[in-house]
Structures are given as C-alpha cells and as structure tokens.
C-alpha cells in the first residue's frame, strides 16, 4: 500500500499538472469504485482543483464549489499520467480523470476491488476521512510519545494504525523499527525514554529520507514504480536476505496478507519471533535463537 513518502511523491507530481486546471471529463471504467452517492462526477465536471493534500494515506482532490474528492489507493492501486488519448490499460483500469494538460488514470491490479473514489461536500464531508493520527514530521517528541503510549499495543501494530499515527503502514513500519533498533512485538507501555526518543527520530529519518529518495528518483516526472518492495529497503520484503548492519538473514513473522521484517540480532537480540503457522506446526523443533538458524 502506498504510504507517506510515496503519497507525497505523487502529489508533488500531480501539482503542476492538474492544480489550477479544470477537471474537464471524468470516465469511469469500474463503477464500484465511486463509494459515496452525492455529489456525482457530473456534479464535479468542469471544476479546477484548488488544492491537492494528503490525508493519512488518501489523496484529496479539493475542487471549486467547497467539494472534495478523496482516492484510496489501499493496496493494488496505483495513479498514472499519459498525454490526452494515450495508450490506456485495459483490464486494471478503475477511472479516466481529463485535465488540459493530460490524463491521470487510476488503476488497480488484481481482483480484491478494495481502491475507492469519494466525492463529498463542504468540510464536515471531508472530515469522516480523518482518521486522527499524528503527523510526526511535525510533531515534537512529547506529542510522540504521548500519543505511542495512548493504547497498549505492539510497536507493529502501534506505528501502523491511522488513529495512532497518520501515513505510516506495512512496509515503512519494518524499515522505522531496524532502524531504532527495535523488535515490532515490543509493547508500548514497556519502553524506556531512550527507547521512545529512539523510534522518534528513526521514524523522522526514515519518512523524510524514503520521501527524498523518491522525489530524486521522479526528477520531476510521474512516479511510474511506486512499490512496497525497493532493493534499497533494509527488512523489509528481504526475507532470508542479508541485514545491511550485520549480515544477519532477515527474518519474518506471516499473518494473514501481511509480513513483518526483522533482524533478529539488530533488533530482537538474537530471539526468533513466533510465526504463527510455522511454529504451531513445528512446536518443540521451532528454533528459538538465531544462532540455531545460522
């Protein structure tokens, strides 16, 4: 799913073709994209976007007349731009948005039907997409550490819900945490100061510096490979790879569709963590170290 750096990176590309500009067309290719009734795209034709902003991990499209168009990427969909009647991807394709300058396409692969489109009125329509996290780019390390132990969860789970913290998911979640030198199952409410300061400024440095290599990587073009898999990562999609720190192999926990990434030696000081399938199926032989791995 496209997080933090990724939603920016899109946004700086998609100001200086569309703000300004009047949304001239809007043909949709999949209908259960559009989840909300009124106003319609009929409504919202021929309006200019005044304004372009993130809102967690959703785009919003601010438009003339106080209405707001919200996208959801979730996890398959992606947002590309083509010259006017330029080549359009047939079986992905979800809408067709025309500006003056060229077409933006919202697209999503596979079959899970999870990206959508909401058109809504006035501010108070735009606020049921807050979902209240914390921006931490402008946050200051009390707010942070107020707001990590709010709820007593894991870190995983603490760094990627939207009501704790805004635009951080899956993947950004396992580079934050190798970074700070943190295992993702740590509770919150166990921390230590230091530990609280440490996570601050890796999840600083990690957005800041992922949003940085992105825009480098655009110069100035649509972003063509947005990913949650990047050879430049540290754990995260590199299971069984080498940990840049220490050349540990990187480990995993699986649940359900997703994975977290580790490094049993940065992070959890030498501890395999319990994979939920494998150790209930392997029980006494499930190694406990990583020592026993190696």
Same mark, same amino acid.
């Given at each position: 799913?496209?997080?933090?750096?990724?939603?920016?990176?899109?946004?700086?590309?998609?100001?200086?073709?569309?703000?300004?500009? &009047?949304?001239?067309?809007?043909?949709?290719?999949?209908?259960?994209?559009?989840?909300?009734?009124?106003?319609?795209?009929?409504?919202?034709?021929?309006?200019?976007?005044?304004?372009?902003?993130?809102?967690?991990?959703?785009?919003?499209?601010?438009?003339?007349?106080?209405?707001?168009?919200? *996208?959801? *990427?979730?996890?398959?969909?992606?947002?590309?731009?083509?010259?006017?009647?330029?080549?359009?991807?047939?079986?992905?394709?979800?809408?067709?948005?025309?500006?003056?300058?060229?077409?933006?396409?919202?697209?999503?692969?596979? #079959?899970?039907?999870?990206?959508?489109?909401?058109?809504?009125?006035?501010?108070?329509?735009?606020?049921?997409?807050?979902?209240?996290?914390?921006?931490? *780019?402008?946050?200051?390390?009390?707010?942070?550490?107020?707001?990590?132990?709010?709820?007593?969860?894991?870190?995983?789970?603490?760094?990627?819900? &939207?009501?704790?913290?805004?635009?951080?998911?899956?993947?950004?979640?396992?580079?934050?945490?190798?970074?700070?030198?943190?295992?993702?199952?740590?509770?919150?409410?166990?921390?230590?100061?230091?530990?609280?300061?440490?996570?601050?400024?890796?999840?600083?440095? #990690?957005?800041?510096?992922?949003?940085?290599?992105?825009?480098?990587?655009?110069?100035?073009?649509?972003?063509?490979?947005?990913?949650?898999?990047?050879?430049?990562?540290?754990?995260?999609?590199?299971?069984?790879? &080498?940990?840049?720190?220490?050349?540990? &192999?990187?480990?995993?926990?699986?649940?359900?569709?997703?994975?977290?990434?580790?490094?049993?030696?940065?992070?959890?000081?030498?501890?395999?963590?319990?994979?939920?399938?494998?150790?209930?199926?392997?029980?006494?032989?499930?190694?406990?170290?990583?020592?026993?791995?190696?």
């Amino acid at each position: 799913m496209p997080e933090l750096p990724d939603i920016v990176a899109y946004l700086e590309a998609l100001e200086p073709r569309v703000l300004g500009q &009047p949304m001239e067309r809007v043909r949709v290719a999949k209908p259960f994209v559009l989840r909300s009734v009124s106003p319609t795209f009929a409504d919202v034709e021929g309006r200019r976007v005044v304004q372009l902003r993130r809102m967690g991990k959703r785009i919003v499209f601010g438009l003339d007349g106080d209405a707001y168009m919200v *996208l959801h *990427l979730m996890i398959a969909g992606r947002l590309r731009w083509i010259d006017s009647g330029g080549k359009i991807p047939g079986k992905i394709l979800l809408c067709i948005f025309e500006f003056p300058a060229g077409w933006l396409l919202f697209t999503e692969a596979g #079959s899970t039907r999870r990206a959508s489109i909401h058109l809504v009125e006035g501010a108070d329509g735009l606020q049921q997409f807050d979902r209240g996290g914390l921006e931490v *780019l402008d946050a200051n390390l009390e707010s942070f550490a107020a707001r990590l132990t709010s709820e007593n969860h894991t870190l995983k789970r603490a760094l990627t819900d &939207p009501r704790l913290f805004s635009g951080v998911g899956n993947a950004y979640s396992d580079e934050i945490l190798h970074r700070a030198r943190l295992s993702p199952v740590t509770i919150t409410s166990r921390l230590s100061e230091g530990e609280i300061e440490r996570l601050y400024h890796a999840t600083r440095e #990690s957005l800041t510096e992922w949003t940085e290599r992105l825009r480098r990587e655009a110069k100035g073009a649509f972003p063509e490979k947005v990913t949650a898999f990047r050879p430049e990562m540290a754990v995260h999609g590199r299971f069984g790879q &080498p940990c840049p720190v220490c050349q540990t &192999p990187v480990q995993r926990i699986v649940y359900s569709a997703n994975e977290t990434n580790y490094c049993a030696r940065c992070q959890t000081g030498g501890k395999l963590l319990a994979d939920r399938a494998l150790s209930r199926l392997l029980r006494k032989d499930w190694p406990k170290s990583i020592d026993e791995v190696e």
